[in-house]
């Protein structure tokens, strides 16, 4: 569970760096920016998770959803404050 945890922290850290740096008319550099980050990490889970050896391939999924959900929040709550 705690790795699902720092995966939705990276993803709310990323996201908040692209809402920050990213050009207010480019919406697709958000997409550009969590490929990367999702790629380092399910090669970096893989590793974690496996010494862990405890359901494996839900955690794998959890840990992807987490990091999509974490940017994607920060995404919008710095790019658009209501």
């Not at 893989?46 to 995404?75: D, L």
Request: glycine share 10%.
């Amino acid at each position: 569970m705690g790795v699902v945890v720092l995966a939705g922290l990276l993803g709310l850290g990323s996201g908040a760096l692209m809402a920050r740096i990213a050009p207010l008319s480019k919406f697709s550099w958000a997409g550009l920016a969590i490929a990367p980050l999702w790629l380092l990490l399910e090669i970096f889970f893989e590793g974690v998770i496996a010494i862990i050896g405890v359901h494996v391939k839900a955690v794998r999924i959890a840990s992807a959803v987490a990091v999509v959900a974490g940017f994607y929040i920060a995404w919008f709550v710095f790019r658009y404050p209501v």
